[in-house]
């Protein structure tokens, strides 16, 4: 198992923290958990979708039956 760090430079406590390196102008009034979202998803190298639950059940069923 191998753990990434974020730099201390990229957390959102760090002065030196630039929110709009992280989020788009489009997350509303709740900047910080777009900035939380978007570093976790950097950390876990992980693309964040715009998919509902219901689109991600079925992209499962569909990539579990071509598996199969």
Same mark, same amino acid.
């Given at each position: 198992m191998?753990?990434?760090l +974020?730099?201390? *430079?990229? $957390?959102p406590?760090?002065?030196?923290f630039?929110?709009?390196e992280? %989020?788009?102008?489009?997350?509303? =009034?709740?900047? +910080?958990?777009? *900035?939380c $979202?978007?570093?976790?998803?950097?950390?876990?190298?992980?693309?964040? %979708?715009?998919?509902?639950?219901? =689109?991600?059940? +079925?992209f499962?069923?569909?990539?579990r039956e071509?598996?199969?």
């Open positions: 191998s753990v990434r +974020l730099p201390p *430079a990229e $957390s406590s760090s002065p030196a630039m929110a709009s992280v %989020v788009s102008s489009d997350v509303g =009034d709740d900047t +910080l958990t777009a *900035a $979202s978007g570093l976790i998803s950097q950390l876990g190298k992980m693309k964040k %979708v715009n998919l509902g639950w219901e =689109d991600k059940v +079925l499962l069923k569909l990539y071509k598996q199969g």
